[in-house]
RNA sequence: CAGGGUAUAGCGCAGUUGGUAGCGCGCGACAUUCGGGAUGUCGAGGCCGCGGGUUCAAGUCCCGCUACCCUGACCA
């Protein structure tokens, strides 16, 4: 009895989260994108209400721009956890000294710290990155090699005092982005799950709808190795310059563009194309960068103390929301690949029994679909679908009705056809 | 941080030689409309970024500050 009870409790709470009809949310559409939005991902989510500016590299996520950062960690997590790893929340208030071993919590090492005081006195830090504290955190939880290896993750809302943020949500003073931090008893096991990691980005940027535009780069590697690979997504407007092959099968960020690494990848300059591009991840084998001065230990089969090597991993989540927006976008509004798309379907009823059985449609697929219920015209309704870029819309009027038909237009190709009610 | 620019209604803008603020969109009501951002009538909405100053009088002139945007530098 309470099961059921408890069954359909979770089942109305879906459908109350899941519904979104356009006369009940606050979100309104705007003709004009604000003056101080002219990064085309910012001007575009803004009109079409996905977000809004605090101030600089700063943005709230309102309903429909939430469910897209939902959909984009939906895919990540479903893509990490496949390899293995496990998810927590880690604290954003920052304890000063791990950071004090490590050098980082100088702001001549790192200069985009936010610090602020406890009003007992002492300073804290808000979290830019977050491999002082995991190192320290699984001090408490890797003793042996048989704890080992571990993959643990977040998505976590990162701050970096940025001298000047730009370019809408892709790059923010305070952003969302997934770390993942891999912890090893040897080189050749980090190495193996390094790998893994690449194959899991692979599919998510596949799954995002941009692996076509993706790739994974060579770039540099600071101190304990030669490279890190970043993924970087062809953008116009992208920060970051990279030099690829025709097939593209070698891919390299301008910083790292000298003969020494040509010859490393057996290229020459004049084979390589130039582009700009956006960094939507990071992979990094760290090994004992952060775990020898913090102490990250395990004792092995032998009874020796070891040193655990690390990797990390990240993916900026809210950059990637801003990467797909303004890559698809054309010049009626966004474009949403449907695997991100805040809802499949852009529901409009004209006239009476248009509205009518748009009603009834919009009652059996709720979850899936975004009803423009307001009482306005449908050229305004049209406009509103084109701008916030649902996959699909689906127009039900008496035109429609009269072949026992609904119009299905797809976003990005622009075509309509009609479809029977019944099939939809 | 350097250089350049901006700040007036929810959004975009105008505001002349200083005289107490206006337009479009949006919002509310009514009517007529209803397949690509309708039309008309009426209406609500402003400490003119903040703080000083000059003046009988400042959105407007002067000084200072702040925020925001662009280019660059910076950027696990």
């Avoid at 090492?109 to 406890?118: M, Q, R």
Wanted: proline fraction near 3%; charged fraction near 30%; include cysteine.
């Amino acid at each position: 009895m309470y099961a059921i009870i408890y069954i359909i409790g979770i089942f109305l709470r879906y459908a109350i989260i899941v519904s979104m009809r356009f006369s009940k949310t606050f979100v309104k559409t705007l003709r004009e994108a604000p003056k101080d939005e002219t990064a085309k991902n910012g001007a575009l989510l803004t009109r079409a209400g996905y977000i809004h500016k605090e101030m600089a590299g700063v943005y709230d996520y309102l309903p429909l721009g939430l469910r897209v950062l939902e959909n984009i960690k939906t895919i990540i997590r479903e893509e990490l956890n496949k390899i293995g790893c496990e998810e927590v929340l880690m604290s954003s208030l920052q304890n000063p000294e791990p950071w004090e071993k490590t050098g980082r919590f100088s702001d001549q090492e790192v200069d985009i710290w936010f610090k602020t005081e406890l009003s007992s006195g002492g300073t804290l830090g808000l979290a830019p990155t977050h491999e002082e504290p995991i190192t320290e955190l699984l001090k408490s939880y890797i003793s042996s090699y048989r704890d080992l290896p571990l993959y643990v993750y977040q998505f976590q809302t990162k701050f970096r005092n940025e001298l000047r943020a730009k370019s809408g949500i892709l790059r923010g003073r305070e952003f969302l982005m997934k770390d993942l931090y891999s912890f090893h008893t040897s080189e050749e096991d980090l190495n193996r799950f390094y790998a893994e990691v690449e194959k899991a980005y692979g599919r998510i940027f596949e799954r995002l709808g941009i692996g076509d535009l993706t790739f994974e780069t060579f770039a540099s590697g600071g101190i304990f190795s030669k490279y890190s690979h970043e993924f970087q997504t062809l953008l116009p407007v992208g920060e970051d310059t990279v030099y690829y092959n025709a097939d593209k099968s070698v891919v390299l960020n301008k910083e790292v563009l000298n003969p020494e690494v040509l010859t490393d990848l057996g290229v020459s300059r004049e084979d390589l194309e130039e582009n700009t591009a956006a960094e939507v991840g990071n992979i990094f084998k760290l090994k004992f960068k952060y775990s020898e001065p913090l102490g990250l230990k395990y004792i092995d089969e032998k009874n020796a103390q070891k040193t655990v090597y690390m990797g990390c991993y990240g993916i900026g989540v809210s950059r990637l929301m801003g990467v797909i927006a303004e890559r698809f976008a054309d010049n009626k509004g966004l474009v949403w690949p449907e695997s991100v798309a805040p809802f499949k379907y852009y529901l409009v009823g004209i006239g009476e029994n248009g509205n009518r059985v748009a009603e009834e449609f919009y009652a059996e697929h709720k979850t899936e679909t975004f009803f423009d219920d307001r009482d306005s015209r449908p050229g305004e309704k049209f406009a509103d679908a084109d701008l916030i870029g649902l996959p699909y819309r689906l127009v039900i009027s008496d035109k429609t009705l009269a072949e026992n038909s609904a119009e299905l237009t797809n976003r990005q190709t622009g075509e309509s056809k009609l479809i029977k009610l019944s099939e939809i």
